[in-house]
Each structure stands twice: as C-alpha cells, then as structure tokens.
Nanobody, 113 residues
Framework: QVQLVESGGGLVQPGGSLRLSCTAS????????MDWYRQAPGKHRELVAA???????YYEDSLKGRFTISRDNAKNTVYLQMESLKPEDTAVYYC???????WGKGTPVIVSS
C-alpha cells in the first residue's frame, strides 16, 4: 500500500509563496494521477489541482495562474507551487494518489500577517 507524506506547509505573509511536496513510497508512483486538495476551517475539502501520469494538469478555476502542480517521478514526489498567497488560501493541504485513493495526512498552510 502506497503511503504519502506531505511537507512544506507553514506560516506565510499575504503575497508570499510556498512550495508543498508530497512524497510517495513504493515503485508505482509514476502511473498514479496525483491530486492536491485543501480543507479550510469549517469548509468541505476541495480539489485544488491534479496531474496525470502523462503530465496533464488540472486547476480549480480560481487558482489558475497562482498555483502550479508538477511531479518528479524519479523522486516519487508531486509538488504544489503557490504564489501570491491570500488569507483565503489558509487550509490544510492534502495530496492523494487518485487510484488507489490513498491520502496523506496533510500539511497546514496559514496565510496571515
């Protein structure tokens, strides 16, 4: 069973940047579509971005231009580069290997001055 570990979250000022990482165990990472979700306090978990095994990407419309998803199959890692962060980006960010539907434990991002 694949395991996912997120890292890179933290406290950042509005307008700042962060890069989240999600590293997978095992040898099948390259075939997975990988998702980044987020869950803000009191809200449902929402899909932020996704990247297929072939590198095709998806972004939630409101985040296009600020967030970039990428992957490095040699490192079993998917990244989420976040720019021009806003207080409303505050959430716990989770990665998921879509099929087999395995989730990481999340990394918190707090955007505040």
């Amino acid at each position: 069973q694949v395991q996912l570990v997120e890292s890179g979250g933290g406290l950042v000022q509005p307008g700042g940047s962060l890069r989240l990482s999600c590293t997978a165990s095992g040898s099948r990472f390259s075939i997975y579509t990988m998702d980044w979700y987020r869950q803000a306090p009191g809200k449902h978990r929402e899909l932020v971005a996704a990247i297929s095994s072939g590198g095709n990407t998806y972004y939630e419309d409101s985040l296009k231009g600020r967030f970039t998803i990428s992957r490095d199959n040699a490192k079993n890692t998917v990244y989420l580069q976040m720019e021009s962060l806003k207080p409303e980006d505050t959430a716990v960010y989770y990665c998921r290997a879509r099929d087999p539907n395995v989730w990481g434990k999340g990394t918190p991002v707090i955007v505040s001055s």
